[in-house]
T-cell receptor
Framework: DAGVIQSPRHEVTEMGQEVTLRCKPI?????LFWYRQTMMRGLELLIY????????DSGMPEDRFSAKMPNASFSTLKIQPSEPRDSAVYFC???????????????FGPGTRLTVT | GQQVMQIPQYQHVQEGEDFTTYCNSS?????IQWYKQRPGGHPVFLIQ?????EVKKQKRLTFQFGEAKKNSSLHITATQTTDVGTYFC????????????FGTGTRLKVLA
C-alpha cells in the first residue's frame, strides 16, 4: 500500500490567494483527519470525516477554511483567502473507526508545508 | 475547553539515561494513543491503551493509562540516539459527538 498521499508537498503562495491541499487516504479506511502543525500551536485537529461525512469541524479556524470529502478516496482542504498566519505544515491522516468509534491507529501522510507570504 | 497537556515540554538526556513524559487530560478519555514524530517527519503510531490502569511494554518503552483514564505516561529505559523526536499522546473523548485531541507533545533530545 502506498500509504496516505498528500499533494503538494510544498506550497508557497501570496497572501490573498486560494490554496487547495489534497489527500488520498489508505484504501479501506473509513475516516480521514486534517491537522495543522505549528511551533506555537502544536498539532491541531481541524476536521475529521467518517464515511465521507464531516463529524467534528470545531477545529477549523474560521470561514476561510473549508474541507470536503466527495468520495472515500479523496479529500481537499481549501483556504480562501490565505493569510501569512496560515503558514504551517498540514497533515492528513486516515484510519478505520469501528462501531462506537472504537479506534485503531492513524496513518499520517508526509504533510504539506504551506508558506504564505 | 478540553485540553491534553504533556510535561515536560522539552527534555535533554544523556544516552543511557531514562526518560518519562506525562500526559494529563482535563476530561476522561475513551482511550489513549501515543505517537512519535521524528524531526522533519510525520507522527507515527506507537501504541494504544484502552483499559483503566492498563500497562503495555514495547522493548524499552513502557506505557501506562491511569485509573481514572485522564492521564498516561510513557517511560523509556536507557535512551538511545534513535529515540530523538517529539512524543505525543492523543485520545478520544465524547461530548455529544466523538472528539479526538492531541497532547502538547514532549520533545526529547538524546546526547551521545
Amino acid at each position: 500500500d502506498a500509504g496516505v498521499i498528500q499533494s503538494p508537498r510544498h506550497e508557497v503562495t501570496e497572501m490573498g490567494q486560494e490554496v487547495t491541499l489534497r489527500c488520498k487516504p489508505i484504501s479501506g479506511h473509513n475516516s480521514l483527519f486534517w491537522y495543522r502543525q505549528t511551533m506555537m500551536r502544536g498539532l491541531e485537529l481541524l476536521i475529521y470525516f467518517n464515511n465521507n461525512v464531516p463529524i467534528d469541524d470545531s477545529g477549523m479556524p474560521e470561514d476561510r477554511f473549508s474541507a470536503k470529502m466527495p468520495n472515500a478516496s479523496f479529500s481537499t482542504l481549501k483556504i480562501q483567502p490565505s493569510e501569512p498566519r496560515d503558514s504551517a505544515v498540514y497533515f492528513c491522516a486516515s484510519t478505520l473507526l469501528g462501531q462506537g468509534f472504537s479506534s485503531y491507529e492513524q496513518y499520517f501522510g508526509p504533510g504539506t508545508r504551506l508558506t504564505v507570504t | 475547553g478540553q485540553q491534553v497537556m504533556q510535561i515536560p515540554q522539552y527534555q535533554h538526556v544523556q544516552e543511557g539515561e531514562d526518560f518519562t513524559t506525562y500526559c494529563n487530560s482535563s476530561t476522561t478519555l475513551s482511550n489513549i494513543q501515543w505517537y512519535k514524530q521524528r524531526p522533519g517527519g510525520h507522527p507515527v503510531f506507537l501504541i494504544q491503551l484502552v483499559k483503566s490502569g492498563e500497562v503495555k511494554k514495547q522493548k524499552r518503552l513502557t506505557f501506562q493509562f491511569g485509573e481514572a483514564k485522564k492521564n498516561s505516561s510513557l517511560h523509556i529505559t536507557a535512551t538511545q540516539t534513535t529515540d530523538v523526536g517529539t512524543y505525543f499522546c492523543a485520545g478520544w473523548w465524547s461530548s455529544g459527538t466523538y472528539k479526538y485531541i492531541f497532547g502538547t507533545g514532549t520533545r526529547l533530545k538524546v546526547l551521545a
